[in-house]
């Protein structure tokens, strides 16, 4: 069972939930799980619509802190309050343009942990980065400064240059940072690959050795196309 994992970043009004409409009618999937992750506006309708159906229903981002004087913040236990079950920390926007840390990033995954989330760490090397041949440097640092101490996470490899480009790593290249990634993480840690994946590419991505799904941006706003990459789950 592979997951499918939406992260709509600044998208979605409440019309929106015609798209998680069209998810849940689509009935459990054999070999996908299904995880939305819509704005937090939306979170909480969302959650109870989706409430005991197949589909998860995720936050984008937590503080670190539980409560307390951080206007526009939302903390890990108001995401489960709301009904998320997992919320991603450090995706490269939040890294790149929030100045976030590995060690903010670790804090964050922590607090997800405490509040009963599944955390959804994400990693990945800049074009940069790539160039100099330092991707699974990059991928080794990013792990050791931000993954919880302890607790079960889920992580994302998201190549910076391959979100919202429709560019993505041949499947060796894929197939080598995952098999990287993994000897850092204990054996049953779900590695999502995220980066410009659609229904074309979906096959190819999902069938490379050491991928436990997908975390996809742009294809998930539409439930067709995101029900097609999920068609191609194993
Ligand atoms: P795209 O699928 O739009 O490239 O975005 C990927 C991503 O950043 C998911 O978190």
Same mark, same amino acid.
């Given at each position: 069972?592979?997951? +499918?994992? !939406?992260?709509?970043?600044?998208? =979605? /009004?409440? *019309?929106?939930?015609?798209?998680?409409?069209?998810?849940?009618?689509?009935?459990?999937?054999?070999?996908?799980?299904?995880?939305?992750? %819509? %704005?937090?506006?939306?979170?909480?309708?969302? $959650?109870?619509?989706?409430?005991?159906?197949?589909?998860?229903?995720?936050?984008? &981002?937590?503080?670190?802190?539980?409560?307390?004087?951080?206007?526009?913040?939302?903390?890990?236990?108001?995401?489960? &309050?709301?009904?998320?079950?997992?919320?991603?920390? !450090?995706?490269?926007?939040?890294?790149?343009?929030?100045?976030?840390?590995? #060690?903010?990033?670790?804090?964050?995954?922590?607090?997800?942990?405490?509040? =009963?989330?599944?955390?959804?760490?994400? +990693?990945?090397?800049?074009?940069?980065?790539?160039?100099?041949?330092?991707?699974?440097?990059? /991928?080794?640092?990013?792990?050791? !400064?931000?993954? %919880?101490?302890?607790? #079960?996470?889920?992580?994302?490899?998201?190549?910076?240059?391959?979100?919202?480009?429709?560019?993505?790593?041949? %499947? &060796? $290249? +894929?197939?080598?940072?995952?098999?990287?990634? $993994? &000897?850092?993480?204990?054996?049953?840690? @779900?590695?999502?690959?995220?980066?410009?994946?659609?229904?074309?590419?979906? @096959?190819?991505?999902?069938?490379?050795? =050491?991928?436990?799904? #997908?975390?996809?941006?742009? *294809?998930? /706003?539409? $439930?067709?196309?995101?029900?097609?990459?999920?068609?191609?789950?194993?």
């Amino acid at each position: 069972m592979q997951l +499918i994992a !939406g992260n709509w970043k600044m998208n =979605g /009004l409440l *019309a929106s939930i015609a798209e998680l409409e069209a998810l849940i009618a689509s009935g459990p999937h054999p070999s996908a799980a299904l995880l939305l992750c %819509p %704005p937090a506006t939306l979170l909480a309708s969302f $959650a109870a619509r989706a409430r005991g159906t197949h589909v998860a229903i995720g936050a984008q &981002d937590c503080h670190p802190e539980p409560c307390g004087a951080f206007t526009g913040d939302l903390s890990a236990p108001m995401l489960a &309050d709301a009904g998320a079950t997992h919320v991603i920390v !450090g995706h490269s926007e939040r890294r790149i343009g929030h100045g976030e840390t590995d #060690a903010l990033v670790r804090r964050k995954a922590e607090a997800a942990l405490a509040a =009963g989330l599944v955390p959804i760490v994400c +990693i990945g090397e800049t074009l940069e980065d790539r160039e100099a041949g330092q991707t699974l440097a990059v /991928l080794a640092r990013q792990l050791q !400064g931000s993954l %919880p101490s302890s607790g #079960a996470a889920i992580v994302a490899y998201e190549p910076v240059w391959a979100i919202g480009t429709g560019r993505t790593p041949n %499947p &060796d $290249a +894929i197939a080598a940072a995952h098999a990287a990634i $993994a &000897d850092h993480l204990p054996g049953d840690t @779900p590695i999502l690959y995220g980066g410009s994946v659609s229904p074309a590419n979906a @096959p190819a991505i999902l069938a490379t050795p =050491g991928v436990g799904g #997908a975390l996809v941006g742009g *294809a998930s /706003l539409r $439930a067709h196309d995101f029900l097609a990459i999920a068609g191609a789950a194993r």
